[in-house]
């Protein structure tokens, strides 16, 4: 029975290493108890918000920070706290986004399994910046042992007097909620999330009304992935400045990256944003280059919903704005690697079954285009394909592509669109040919 | 009753956190899930007059989500991750080997009982890849000599 995943961490480099801080002790089994989180530092950062800021000094702070939302928009995480308005007479809501699901990301399962406590802190800095009193974590119903985790550090902080009633004295009241889900991807998407929270089919919401003004039971609401509810307390304990010192001008701190498919390392490390993606995939402290000395074919660099990227475009550096230029997006930080030996459309034909699978049916463009989609790229994967389809698919893309109201469309179409634009030429094989130029048989 | 007094008290306690009853109706789901193995219209209707939502609102929103077994499986129900950093590294073969050692085609059930065999999507084990859950529990870097020390201890245990 695996309670604890058995995932690489480089977090002996982030022991050492002073720029590092939400892996340094996620290799200590000892990290999830209370106590073994004061000892390293833990609530710290807690005590000081509550004992001496004001919320709009916390949003200012983590403003100042340049911390960028780490589930997949990356939206500045301050200006998202201030859009709460602070004029209204009705509760407000904080809610962690542990709904990790997509393909490729494995990071935040990670930090409830082994430093439950740094997200607790995270969410209670948050809640006390934008007024909340009762918080959630919603947890995908598949990670019921990092729900069981977060329920144990909750009472740990509730016995701690870090959550409750006057918590440190100060008259603020927290209270905190470890809600499942049930295995829809859809509920990452903070609408959807907000409709299964609510006891409903997690179908997404037309925004106006944004969650920060009309959110959770129709009251002012902050989604804020678990990554970046965890660097929270970095920022409050060690400055602005310092966060912002680490990575790019732009995309400042660090990110955890997970790192799988055909690499030799697979796991998740924590670097700086700016950290070249090269390196991230042969360094031995890392992926150790590609598995079975094959040759690479193509990354996808911030999970399943990103564009690819091909072998000639990997020295790029792994930033929101440097992989924007580079045609992908930072995404949620799930580097998959293919290699050489990997069919593209069998690849693509694993992917949209999923986009498929996981529509929620509200737009049409989506729920009829993803089952479009994944008829055609079936039937070419099957060696049925007709003269056309790539056309066909291009077609059905673009009639998805900015026309549904939450990113779900998008991001079945992304992954497609870039594969045709790279690997047209196999496509067609498979089409002309009836097989495939590669065949994908990967043993475990 | 199908939910036992325990589970009951569970989705009490459940309920006694939210600020709004209907809340409740996934924990709740989750809680008779994980007693039952499956759902179906008699737990609904149990729950339902244990949280004060109406069957039909409970059924509306179960069917939404595929996590939750909608009829009987076996005591043990495999799921086989087969998306995509899992199938690069083989959950293709994952899922023709376990249907070879079980003797089933997955989406069915051992004549046993024992074993229903399923794909389902990314569980977040991708740096762990292949990875199945069984029941509730992750089994992740599966190997054949892996996946055939699980199933012998499964079967011992059953
Ligand atoms: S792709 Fe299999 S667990 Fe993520």
Redesign the pocket.
Known sequence: MTFYSPVITNAKEAADNEKLHLFKYVEDPDQPKVETYESHGGYQAWRKVLSTMSPAEVIDEVKKSGLRGRGGAGFPTGVKWGFVPNDSTKPHYLICNADESE????KDRVLMERDPHGIIEGMGIGAYAVGCHLMFIYIRGEFGHCAEMMEKAKEEAYARGHLGKNIYDSGYDLDMIVHTGGGAYICGEETSLLNSLEGERGMSRIRPPFPAIAGLYACPTIVNNVESLATVPHVINRGAEWYSSLGTEKSTGTKIFSL?GHVNRPGNYEVELGFSLKKLIYDPAYGNGIRGDRKLKGVIPGGSSTPFLTPDMIDVKLDYESLVEAGSMLGSGAVIVFNEDTCIVWALKKLIHFYRHESCGKCTPCREGTGWLEKIISRIEAGQGRPGDIEKIEEICENIMGHTVCPLGDAAVMPIQSAIKHWRDEWQYHIDQKKCLVKSEFAF | MILTPESIQRIKDKLAQYPQRKSAVLPALTVAYRQVGHLNDDVYREISQIIGVPTLEIAEAATFYTMFPKQPVGKYLIQV???????LLG?DSLVAYLEDKLGIKKGDTTPDGLFTLICV??????A????MQINHDYYENLTPEKVDAILQQLRSEA
């Not at chain 1, 393909?103 to 494995?106: A, H, R, S, V």
């Not at chain 2, 991750?81 to 899992?86: A, D, K, L």
């Not at chain 2, 762990?128 to 990875?131: G, H, I």
Request: net charge negative.
């Open positions: 393909p490729g990301t494995c799988s | 991750c087969h998306n995509i950093s899992c199938s959950a999507e990314c569980l977040g084990s991708c762990t890849a292949p990875m």
